[in-house]
């Protein structure tokens, strides 16, 4: 099973970004997206920003992965 996630991009290096979620940073490609800017939220899969997100349907995204990681603790 292959994850895709959204992250916010903190750090732009020519090509490359660190991406970070909850305190967890990640170097991730930008080669396969145009424009990005600080403080987008991308959708990261295997090291590649694949996407871009508005700031709403990321956190709406995140809150999502927060109920699962809530109901794998308590199942």
Same mark, same amino acid.
């Given at each position: 099973m292959c994850l895709a996630i959204p992250m916010k991009l903190t750090r732009i290096e020519g090509d490359k970004g660190i991406a970070e979620l909850s305190g967890v940073k990640k170097e991730v490609s930008l080669k396969l997206l145009e424009e990005v800017k600080l403080g987008d939220y991308l959708i990261i899969h295997a090291g590649f920003a694949i996407q871009r997100l508005?700031? !709403?349907?990321?956190?709406?995204?995140?809150?999502?992965?927060?109920?699962?990681?809530?109901? !794998?603790?308590?199942?």
């Open positions: 508005d700031e !709403e349907e990321a956190m709406k995204t995140l809150a999502i992965w927060e109920e699962i990681a809530e109901i !794998e603790k308590h199942p």
